[in-house]
């Protein structure tokens, strides 16, 4: 068992926050992966929320009573060596904002459909110590589609994402710890200046593997984000965002993998629920 330890970090590039599944069980090869991901975001508040590359609050400055966003995100892996990867994710998302008539109380509801985002970045692993592997993955946010106040309006490199991971293997769990940073700087719409708040995030996840196909995924995250601001106005206050995660991943074959999670908020800042599945290829 001793070299699975080994073989477990094949994809230690950036999801240090996500779940260690069998795709990362795959022998280490040089060349292109892919993680085509669909996620659904219950907030069960006012806030709306971006899930990649960690869990953010933006959005519109409204006082909804719920939203829910569906995201599909594909992001590209391309390894030029053992220690480089470089990293590309494109999101869309169909957001449901929900809200009650204020003279009449009757539930109303708003439907948007649009791309999210284009992120590029990388990822470095350093050498092993101690049956231990620590990588450095940093993104950018090259184009970040939002809205406010009716108003659709792209952005380019306004957000900035890095994180440190830490990976081991204790047979037969193979486990992480992290921490992370996200950049938010100001937007600049028709009538608003909004800043949504710097992230902070680190957290733990657990891989047990329970047979060659199977592990079952388990994490736990804590987030702080920054006072978000309006026209240079203290909008809130710190905010805390924490969450629980269970899931299961199953091999499917050697080149193809499938996870299903679910996380559950544990604070009136964090989102409701959050339900992903994920398929993993390797060509």
């Not at 486990?175 to 902070?200: P, V």
């Amino acid at each position: 068992m001793k070299k699975l330890f080994f073989i477990a970090f094949t994809l230690s590039f950036l999801f240090g926050s996500d779940a260690i599944t069998i795709d990362s069980l795959f022998k280490r090869q040089i060349g292109l992966r892919s993680i085509t991901s669909l996620s659904l975001i219950t907030s069960g508040n006012a806030n709306i929320y971006t899930s990649y590359p960690s869990l953010i609050i933006g959005g519109d400055p409204v006082i909804w009573t719920d939203n829910k966003r569906l995201s599909l995100n594909e992001t590209l892996i391309y390894s030029f060596n053992n220690k480089l990867d470089f990293i590309a994710s494109l999101g869309a998302n169909a957001t449901r904002n929900e809200y009650s008539n204020f003279f009449t109380g009757e539930p109303k509801s708003e439907t948007h459909y649009s791309f999210e985002s284009l992120w590029l970045g990388f990822n470095y692993r350093f050498d092993s110590f101690s049956d231990k592997i620590l990588s450095f993955s940093y993104q950018a946010g090259v184009i970040q589609r939002e809205k406010a106040l009716d108003t659709n309006k792209s952005f380019h490199f306004k957000s900035h994402s890095a994180k440190l991971n830490l990976r081991g293997y204790s047979d037969p769990a193979i486990w992480g710890i992290y921490m992370g940073f996200t950049y938010n700087d100001t937007r600049t719409f028709d009538k608003l200046a909004i800043n949504y708040g710097n992230s902070y995030n680190f957290g733990a996840n657990l891989s047990i593997v329970l047979s060659p196909k199977i592990t079952l995924d388990l994490e736990a995250s804590q987030s702080f984000q920054a006072a978000q601001k309006i026209n240079g106005v203290k909008y809130t206050n710190l905010r805390s965002i924490p969450t629980y995660s269970v899931g299961s991943t199953y091999s499917i074959n050697d080149d193809t993998s499938i996870s299903f999670n679910a996380s559950l908020g544990g604070g009136s800042a964090a989102p409701d629920s959050v339900f992903g599945i994920s398929l993993w290829q390797k060509f």
